[in-house]
């Protein structure tokens, strides 16, 4: 079983930042893709941006695009979500997950085992 924790939620102003981690207990860590996901109240879950096994490679949705940044740091088996010019649209919880797969997937269903998640809201 693979358990994923994430952290650094919180309530920030609109235009700022935070940094989210996911810490996974994945042996193997090292040879999968990982995601962000997020969930707004009343709304589907959707892909926010995913990073490949080595972190060559990432995925990300146009609605964050030049604003938040995946990266992982195989060694702690934890990855990052980094997230800048924070606007009230954002507001959701953030849920990390890992993939069976090596690149950098945006399917949810391709997605094997989530966390348990971490609210962010933006304050207008």
């Known amino acids: 079983q693979v358990q994923l924790v994430e952290s650094g939620g919180g309530l920030v102003q609109a235009g700022g930042s935070l940094r989210l981690s996911c810490a996974a207990s994945?042996?193997?860590?090292?040879?999968?893709?990982m995601g962000w996901f997020r969930q707004a109240p009343g709304k589907e879950r959707e892909f926010v941006v995913a990073?490949?096994?080595?972190?060559?490679?990432?995925n990300i949705a146009n609605s964050v695009k030049g604003r938040f940044t995946i990266s992982r740091d195989n060694a702690k088996t934890t990855v990052y979500l980094q997230m800048n010019s924070l606007k009230p649209e954002d507001t959701a919880v953030y849920y990390c997950?890992?993939?069976?797969?090596?690149?950098?997937?945006?399917?949810?269903?391709?997605?094997?085992?989530w966390g348990q998640g971490t609210q962010v809201t933006v304050s207008s």
């Open positions: 994945r042996r193997t860590f090292s040879s999968y893709a």
């Open positions: 997950a890992t993939t069976s797969r090596s690149w950098p997937t945006n399917d949810r269903d391709e997605y094997d085992y």
């Open positions: 990073i490949s096994w080595n972190g060559g490679w990432t």
